[in-house]
């Protein structure tokens, strides 16, 4: 038996693009890894190794053989396979099919069968189809791709060369007008001169030793050291995010953090207007001088691609580079605020929010009526939100946001405070976009929760009622980001606010489009289903809030969120009591003797009782039902609905429901009513599992 070897395979190419680096990688590594194991192939850990000038994959302890392999096939119904003690068109069929003569078919459970050993294939001749079909899923997450020289076969960007090795034998491949080899490439300025592996152990050092950081996860951690370093040195603090790290370690091969600087008079503009400017333009990291990084210095770190003999003259292009940026940036700014923020609003009306909806203007309007209306259903002064509605689209005007949209609502706030608005109003503007995706906050002050409500309300009911609701695959107005917003919003806000009554309003203030019940059903069933997707699946003291729990919540018809939210919760918390699946399964017997009842009385007359069991359930239905009036907590309401556990299946041991005399039958029904009644008080516990 021979011993597994290693596998290396790299595509050398032209730089890729940043955002196309990874997903490569791994569908790389996917194709080949999920290939091999599909043809019997053992194989042991993989790596990514990915630079701009490179997509590769080191797999460990590949088998050089793959096992024998057995073909098996099941073929038609022996009473179809023969007449008259001949073989039938059908098995003549099959037979042909597998490649043999008919007297090599058995049969097997009934059926014509055939079976077949073959050796297994070398795994070097396995790889050119594995690379093929991998090319394949590669070529899908890239939507335009590039044609080169006389070939017609494409790749995100002309590839330079191939190297594949198992062991120390090279692979052939043939693809992209070049065949493989042992060949791998270094820096393209620091090291150009071909490198020849032995064998794929070598490649991740030889590639150092050439000044090419290959290994994706390492470089990254390489990057993010290196800038800590220099933030560090100038006694300050880098402000690193992922997407960012990601992009630049897409962008580098062997990565050296240098420091510049700006003019001390650009901190005039708002942080977040240098942080756009220096981090999505430049792919800088900007520093800060404190670790909440609210005091923003005039430093930045960039991370270069290679080792400068004259570092001062690269420092001075990347300073020269920011500088134009940031002088429009701040001429943008110093423009805007010539006027206050309130003028602005005058352009709105030529502004179009959606062609069947009308102006920006327009939805403002709307925006400030369902605020105040939603700050009376909560009993707080409504002033503030009015008016930070009234101006939280002003900004789209200014030149500010229309070179950088990502600023919106950020600079209404700058701009509302430079204009004496109240810090309230400021506030409530700058953060009504919240929550903007899964993870951001939601607004963290009252006003600012009423006017993102309102605003994400509105779009919602105007987009549903013109029909245009998300599909599976589309969502082009982002309805399901604004509705988990208004979710989050009213759980973590902890207001009790009723969504039906909420987007009625805001379907009634619509200027086009269906406003019916039925429009208006529609929309709140898209709200809550994802208030399913949020709750579903989440982890509440160890367990997953299970699909049970909230489909018995929402089967009450419940439009307050944070009240179905503590509903769900509880019958979570309550699916863990050893009485709740004997609870739910007589819950789910009752139901049914009620349903094939039909109508059935609501009165009870205690002197009827003929059994001890439907007394006993009678008295401790009563108990509990009054201890549930004292306590607003559904945990323990569903607690004090366990103790009825032991009555009812007592009940239903020793008691006859459909007695023969028919008042009898009729109290005990209506006993089973009131018992339905109980343990629909909180949720539907029918639907949980019992």
Not at 214 to 229: T, Y
Not at 334 to 361: H, M, N, R, V
Not at 400 to 407: A, G
Not at 471 to 483: E, F, G, I, V
Request: charged letters at 25%; a neutral charge.
């Amino acid at each position: 038996m021979t011993m597994p070897v290693d596998l290396l395979l790299e595509l050398g190419t032209e730089d890729l693009p940043a955002r196309y680096m990874q997903p490569l990688a791994q569908a790389l590594q996917t194709g080949l890894v999920e290939g091999l194991r599909r043809r019997g192939v053992t194989q042991g850990a993989s790596r990514t190794l990915a630079t701009p000038r490179r997509i590769g994959l080191l797999i460990e302890a590949v088998a050089e053989r793959q096992p024998d392999q057995t073909l098996e096939r099941s073929g038609p119904a022996l009473a179809a396979a023969f007449k008259d003690g001949q073989p039938t068109p059908a098995a003549l069929g099959f037979a042909k099919s597998c490649g043999v003569a008919f007297a090599e078919i058995g049969q097997k459970d009934g059926k014509l069968h055939f079976a077949k050993t073959s050796p297994g294939q070398p795994t070097a001749a396995l790889i050119a189809e594995i690379f093929e079909e991998t090319l394949k899923q590669m070529d899908e997450l890239v939507p335009k791709r590039m044609r080169w020289g006389s070939s017609e076969e494409t790749f995100v960007r002309p590839v330079q060369w191939l190297c594949c090795l198992l062991g120390s034998e090279v692979v052939p491949l043939q693809r992209f007008g070049l065949a493989s080899g042992r060949l791998t490439y270094g820096h393209r300025f620091h090291a150009p001169d071909a490198i020849s592996l032995r064998s794929p152990a070598e490649y991740v050092e030889a590639l150092k030793e050439a000044y090419v950081w290959a290994d994706v996860a390492s470089r990254k951690a390489e990057i993010r050291k290196q800038i800590e370093a220099e933030a560090a040195k100038l006694k300050g603090h880098a402000r690193i995010t992922e997407d960012l790290l990601d992009e630049v370690t897409a962008l580098v091969e062997w990565p050296v953090a240098i420091t510049g600087h700006f003019e001390q008079r650009f901190l005039e503009l708002p942080p977040e207007v240098i942080v756009a400017t220096v981090e999505t333009n430049q792919r800088y990291f900007t520093v800060f001088a404190d670790a909440a990084m609210t005091q923003l210095t005039n430093t930045f770190i960039t991370v270069a691609n290679i080792v400068s003999r004259d570092v001062a003259q690269v420092i001075a292009g990347n300073e020269r580079v920011v500088r134009p940026r940031l002088t429009d940036a701040l001429f943008f700014y110093q423009q805007d605020l010539k006027q206050p923020l309130a003028a602005y609003g005058e352009k709105l009306a030529s502004i179009t929010f959606q062609k069947d909806l009308g102006s920006t203007a327009a939805k403002v309007a709307r925006i400030g009526a369902l605020a105040a209306q939603i700050a009376a259903e909560l009993k707080t002064d409504a002033a503030s939100a009015t008016r930070a509605a009234q101006l939280c689209k002003n900004d789209l005007v200014t030149k500010m946001v229309y070179e950088f949209p990502e600023l919106q609502g950020l600079m209404g706030g700058y701009y509302a405070a430079k204009s004496g608005e109240p810090a309230a109003v400021a506030q409530a503007i700058r953060e009504h976009y919240l929550p903007t995706q899964q993870g951001t906050p939601i607004p963290s002050a009252r006003e600012g929760q009423l006017v993102a409500l309102a605003d994400k309300l509105d779009s919602l009911a105007g987009i549903f009622a013109i029909g245009q609701k998300p599909t599976a695959s589309k969502d082009p107005y982002a309805l399901r980001r604004a509705a988990l917003g208004v979710l989050r919003i009213c759980i973590e806000a902890q207001l009790p606010l009723d969504l039906r009554t909420l987007l009625k309003a805001a379907l009634d203030a619509q200027p086009a489009g269906k406003k019916d019940d039925k429009t208006l059903q529609e929309l709140l069933d898209f709200v809550l289903e994802r208030l399913r997707a949020y709750l579903v699946g989440s982890s509440v003291d160890g367990r997953e809030i299970a699909v049970e729990s909230f489909e018995a919540v929402r089967a009450m018809n419940i439009g307050e969120p944070l009240d179905l939210q503590r509903r769900v919760l509880a019958v979570h918390h309550f699916a863990a009591n050893a009485a709740a699946p004997n609870l739910a399964a007589a819950n789910k017997r009752v139901r049914n003797i009620l349903k094939q009842a039909g109508a059935v009385s609501e009165t009870i007359d205690a002197a009827r009782f003929e059994h001890a069991a439907e007394k006993a359930l009678h008295a401790k239905l009563g108990e509990v039902e009054a201890r549930n009036a004292q306590v607003s907590d559904y945990t323990q309401q569903l607690v004090n609905l366990a103790s009825l556990r032991e009555s009812v299946d007592a009940f239903f041991e020793g008691v006859m429901v459909n007695a023969e005399d028919a008042a009898v039958r009729a109290n005990r029904l209506a006993l089973l009513k009131r018992l339905d009644a109980a343990c629909r008080s909180v949720a539907d516990l029918s639907l949980l599992p019992g």
